[in-house]
């Protein structure tokens, strides 16, 4: 017999286990699925690792800079399997801290992959232990960096026809630009990082300008109601 719960949060990246813990703390009973490590592709594989080995490039820099602020000493000489340990402790030590607080609120971590088969029927595929749970609404798909609803057009010279709406980073919006996980891809996971995507959307934004300079024409009333759009989400997450 299936196990029951009032919200069932697929993936457990920053959006999922925030997500899971408030329901908890406001009275729900709660599960997460996760088909690899709790804290999704930012603790294990994006965010959390570029910061750490990001964190042993500046200070290597600041010791070959050293002889600048008037300091003299021995040149460091990186280590890598030395930084790759380091990485992997501070990994290890949030994903161990981030799981004891998930389950210090009561929630019910599966691993595995979750497959909704029904409404309110989410089949888990593990090798471990397959099983089904129910939900009676909602359930969340917590997509830090999987796939996060924007479809943003690939780069002119690599991205087929169908996929290339005019301007790279743009979105089936016109004129709305998009970079790192807003393009569904969590593009800090590599040296380049969202900065460097940033600078391609922003170029690409500037010469959409430089192509449609005419100005639209948008009543007050108009923009009154995008701006209540805009930050009701805001509004209902400060409210409860």
């Known amino acids: ?22 329901c908890a703390q406001r009275g729900a009973s709660v599960a997460v699925v996760e088909k690899s490590f709790i804290g999704g592709t930012c603790l294990n594989c994006g965010c959390i690792p570029s910061k750490t080995l990001l964190a042993s490039a500046h200070t290597l820099l600041m010791i070959d800079h050293a002889k600048m602020m008037g300091l003299d000493g021995q040149p460091a000489v990186p280590n890598w399997p030395t930084i790759q340990k380091r990485k992997e402790a501070v990994v290890t030590g949030f994903r161990k801290g981030l799981t004891g607080i998930i389950q210090s609120n009561k929630i019910k971590i599966f691993p595995g992959r979750a497959v909704v088969t029904a409404p309110g029927k989410i089949s888990i595929e593990s090798q471990e232990s397959p099983s089904e749970i129910a939900a009676t609404e909602p ?10 609803g924007a479809w943003v057009s690939g780069p002119e010279d690599l991205a087929p026809s169908e996929y290339f709406f005019g301007y790279g980073n743009m979105t089936t919006v016109k004129g709305l630009f998009a970079a790192g996980d807003a393009s569904g891809a969590s593009s800090h996971k590599f040296s380049s990082g969202s900065f460097t995507e940033g600078r391609i959307a922003g170029k690409a934004a500037i010469a959409f300008c430089v192509d449609n300079q005419e100005v639209p024409v948008v009543s007050e009333e108009r923009i009154a109601e995008l701006k209540e759009l805009t930050f009701r989400p805001l509004e209902v997450f400060c409210e409860h």
């Open 1 to 22: 017999m299936s196990e029951k719960f009032d919200v069932v949060v697929i993936g457990s990246g920053p959006g999922g286990y925030s997500a899971a813990i408030r």
């Open 139 to 148: 359930y969340f798909i917590s997509s830090h960096s999987g796939a996060s």
